[in-house]
């Protein structure tokens, strides 16, 4: 089969990257998505004084950001795929890092919002186009490490944004130097990005092969030859052109099931009123201080980190399903916990409650934390990976809007007792979710992947 521009004997020479390297850099992305979410759980004690906020603007506040996420998700897909990955992640470094520099300086609650609505633009598209990058550029026996290096990436960032928010806090600099230190990551983003090559998948995407094969080249434990033969393979049968109308067709339609019910169980489970509202639930449970408050929700911070350096080790070891199977029972029976603490404990809680949701971010940080990210980005065909992965990320941003957007109304109606049991029960709901229809991924090429859906999901037909 002949394919145009496609050179097998040709070799440009030139300078390596490794392919760790390029996984950092662009996990940048992730770090910046981590920042921007977790910086707002300090600054909110801050920001209702400042701006005197009631509840439910505190809501808003908080759920800003994934307004400008849900949108970002609808639309990074096609500009992923119409200008590659590499410029998007350029275009998303400057949203970032403009972003960060103009919340820092609103003058009222209504410039804020606004400009927290366009960090979280940059927060939807990075979410689901660093996790697609890192997977088009990583060799399949290290993709689910290097993949999951964003999800660290992430975790990383939530932890700054409570160490950061921390130190200005007990500085009493207030809230608009949270923000503003989002800038210093979006420019190293924007800056490593200018070295790290376009993926061979998109270029090959585009008919682009001989630039496909020296980005191949250019990549350190890259195999061109080998990778080359499954690219083409794998987009020979796709010249029809395909839309996001195809992730509804046979053959594809389960991986999509798959990606989206992945994404809101991860939401639904209820990590981001941990994520966002941590301070709060400490100040609820005995913590009367900000400082205080905010030092236990570092401790969470760190343990979140912690977990998904474990995470990434065993990704590739134990593999994908295990992982979520178990984290779901433990992160279920963490939250039927804290809702006894909060229930029926008398007294200050806050040492009890702590460690609680220790133990939750744990099971959440070894599971649907990286694991939902990795999957998302390998488990559809090339052809419609980024609008698959677009769709699943857009789907998790919605459930996280929903369930950050009415936590608080949540614990003044029915208490705080029941809506933590109400997370529980989409643990279990998650749990079987996984066990009968999530596959395992771990060890198999991309191609092998897009095989099993399309052989009515038999790993023997793929193999």
């Keep these: 089969m002949a394919t145009q521009g496609y050179s097998p004997s040709r070799h440009v020479p030139g300078r390596t990257l490794s392919v760790y390297f390029i996984a950092a850099v662009a996990a940048l992305g992730g770090l910046l998505f981590g920042y921007d979410t977790g910086v707002i759980s300090g600054a909110l004690l801050f920001l209702r004084q400042s701006f005197a906020l009631s509840p439910a603007q505190q809501e808003i506040a908080t759920s800003a950001v994934l307004v400008g996420a849900i949108i970002g998700a609808l639309v990074a897909g096609r500009v992923n795929d119409a200008i590659g990955r590499k410029k998007t992640l350029l275009l998303l470094a400057v949203i970032f890092t403009v972003g960060a520099l103009f919340t820092a300086v609103a003058p009222d609650f209504g410039f804020f919002l606004i ?28 993709r689910g490490m290097l993949v999951t290096f964003n999800q660290l990436a992430v975790t ?19 809230w608009p130097p949270m923000f503003a230190t989002a800038a210093i990551p979006g420019i190293a983003l924007f800056l490593g990005m200018l070295i790290c090559p376009e993926t061979p998948r998109w270029f090959a995407s585009k008919e682009r092969w001989d630039e496909a094969r020296r980005t191949l080249e250019r990549i350190q434990g890259a195999q061109p030859e080998r990778e080359l033969a499954e690219i083409r393979a794998s987009l020979y049968e796709e010249k029809q052109q395909s839309g996001w109308q195809e992730l509804f067709q046979s ?24 994520i966002y509202y941590a301070p709060t639930i400490f100040q609820g449970a005995g913590f009367a201080s900000a400082s205080a408050a905010i030092m236990a929700t570092s401790v969470v911070g760190v343990v979140n980190v912690l977990a998904t350096i474990v995470a990434i080790v065993l990704v590739d070891r134990i593999g994908r399903r295990p992982l979520l199977l178990a984290g779901s029972l433990v992160m279920s029976v963490a939250l039927i916990a804290l809702g006894l603490v909060f229930a029926f404990v008398p007294g200050n809680t806050g040492i009890l409650t702590l460690i609680i949701l220790m133990v939750y971010i744990l099971a959440f940080a070894l599971s649907f934390g990286p694991v939902f990210w990795l999957m998302s980005a390998e488990i559809f065909p090339t052809r419609v990976r980024a609008s698959g992965s677009a769709i699943s990320s857009f789907s998790n941003w919605v459930a996280n809007f929903l369930v ?24 279990v709901l998650a749990f079987f979710f996984c066990w009968k229809l999530v596959p395992e991924t771990r060890g198999r090429t991309l191609e092998q992947i897009e095989q099993y859906w399309e052989h009515g999901r038999q790993w023997e037909e793929a193999a």
Aim: proline fraction near 3%; include cysteine; charge should be positive.
């Design 115 to 142: 400009w927290r609505i366009v960090v979280g633009l940059g927060i939807g598209a990075a979410a689901s186009v660093v996790p697609v990058y890192i997977s088009e550029v990583a060799p399949c026996q290290v």
């Design 156 to 174: 990383i960032g939530i932890a700054i944004s409570y160490w950061v928010d921390l130190a200005f806090a007990r500085a009493g600099m207030g």
């Design 251 to 274: 053959g594809v339609r389960i991986a999509l099931i798959v990606g989206v019910g992945l994404a809101v169980f991860q939401q639904f489970v209820g990590i981001n009123t941990v």
């Design 404 to 427: 950050s957007i009415t936590f608080l109304s949540l614990t003044g109606t029915i208490g705080a007792p029941v809506t933590f049991w109400i997370y529980a029960l989409m643990g």
